[in-house]
């Protein structure tokens, strides 16, 4: 796996973790040389994820739970948006033993932004207001996670 000491692509960087750019993170998996690790929490991926088999989403929010489900005899590469969160991840991996970890560089915007394989399921264009709300036969939206009453103590800070 191509790696590098210093990220090029992003300023976040934790020393000690290495640094992998997407094309050659691309080629290390589609080879079967290593599995992308996707940090991103479920709700992310469910709007955006990348169409490989070899992509394990394990978030950022229960990976300590999460590490005996992941093979220390394998090539790692921690993924999130932006790659601050894996940097984060990558670095918590070496700590904990895993011989080889890489970080991919400038995250999944700079995969994307490459043109390498993505799949999303938002909703572009109109003007956003109930982008991909349901409504029902009433045409009324579907019932939300919360209502208006949930903000009945907010407080300005």
Aim: glycine letters at 8%; aromatic letters at 6%.
């Amino acid at each position: 796996m191509k790696t590098t000491d210093k990220p090029i692509l992003q300023d976040f960087h934790i020393e000690g973790v290495k640094h992998i750019n997407p094309s050659d993170a691309l080629e290390a998996i589609k080879s079967g040389e290593a599995v992308m690790l996707d940090v991103r929490e479920i709700n992310e991926v469910k709007l955006e994820s990348v169409p490989l088999d070899r992509v394990l989403n394990h978030p950022m929010s229960v990976i300590m739970d999460r590490l005996s489900y992941i093979a220390k005899d394998q090539n790692i590469i921690v993924a999130c948006p932006g790659g601050v969160r894996s940097v984060k991840v990558a670095n918590l991996l070496l700590m904990h033993g895993y011989p080889s970890v890489a970080n991919l560089e400038g995250g999944l915007t700079m995969w994307k932004a490459k043109g390498l394989p993505f799949e999303s399921n938002l909703s572009f264009g109109g003007c956003g207001c109930n982008s991909g709300t349901k409504l029902n036969t009433n045409d009324t939206p579907l019932k939300n996670s919360f209502t208006a009453n949930d903000f009945k103590n907010l407080k300005r800070i």
